[in-house]
């Protein structure tokens, strides 16, 4: 279906309409994480009372689009005045062994499945549910064009974030709490100096190559007695002393 939204910033359009086709609750619903190489998947799924006339809505945008500090205040007043809030989690691990598309998909539907109210539509940045049976709609650029959706992904943005620094704490020196486990050049510095900790998606290929490069590096050629052919030690440590004794000076 072709977006007819032409606003520069989130409303809603999509919100209103529903409602008038009768849906009460619509939700929507948006992930965070899902090109990072290190922690979880978080998805959000939020419901906006109507009608929505909360002058902070104005300042809603993009999770991407804000600062720190007004993703916090909107989460807070967020988490505070919307109808329902439910947040999803799908840690590395999970990720690594049934791929990132069908993690992000478990995560969102985790967090229908915590909305403390049913949602009777579901507004989705970029994919469908086929496993939920609810009416639903993917929309592109949802974060951007839809309110629920972009109230959505600050939600999941913070709560990710916030356990990005806590895991900064548990393993430093990989710098979580400013990349938040992204593919930025400190990030990649650091895995390669460091290796991968615990919570690294292990099968993501720049962590992946990482490991094989460190790998291939640690794995130098050696003798029988562990010492490495190209060190230009003798390979016996007696030959060492053996070349350590002077000769006799020949006789005249």
């Known amino acids: 279906m072709k977006e007819t939204n032409t606003s520069p910033f989130p409303n809603l359009d999509e919100e209103t309409s529903l409602r008038a086709q009768g849906y009460e609750f619509v939700a929507g619903i948006d992930e965070v994480g899902r ?4 922690g979880p998947v978080v998805a959000a799924a939020v419901i906006l009372p ?16 804000l600062d720190s500090k007004k993703r916090e ?18 840690p590395h691990h999970i990720i690594d ?14 967090a229908i499945e915590k909305l403390p109210k049913q949602p009777q539509f579901l507004l989705i ?4 549910l086929s496993q939920c049976p609810l009416p639903q709609k993917g929309i592109t650029r949802g974060d951007k064009l839809c309110l629920s959706i972009a109230c959505a992904s600050i939600v999941a943005k913070v709560t990710r974030d916030r356990m990005m620094a806590e895991f900064d704490q548990i393993y430093p020196g990989y710098g979580f709490a400013r990349h938040k486990g992204y593919g930025t050049r400190e990030h990649l510095s650091c895995l390669q100096k460091l290796g991968p900790c615990p919570i690294h998606r292990l099968y ?8 094989t490069s460190r790998s291939s590096a640690s794995l130098v050629a050696c003798d029988s007695e562990g010492v490495p052919i190209s060190s230009g030690r003798p390979k ?17």
């Open 35 to 38: 090109g990072a190489l290190a």
């Open 50 to 65: 109507h009608p929505t006339n909360f002058p902070w809505l104005a300042l809603v945008r993009d999770s991407k689009e």
């Open 73 to 90: 205040a909107l989460f807070d007043l967020i988490s505070k005045q919307a109808v329902a809030v439910g947040i999803g989690i799908v």
């Open 97 to 110: 062994s049934i791929n990132i598309l069908r993690a992000t998909k478990l995560a969102m539907m985790q």
């Open 125 to 128: 940045d970029r994919v469908t």
């Open 204 to 211: 993501f290929a720049p962590v992946r190559n990482i490991i």
């Open 236 to 252: 016996n440590p007696a030959q060492a002393k053996l070349s350590e004794v002077p000769r006799d000076k020949p006789t005249r």
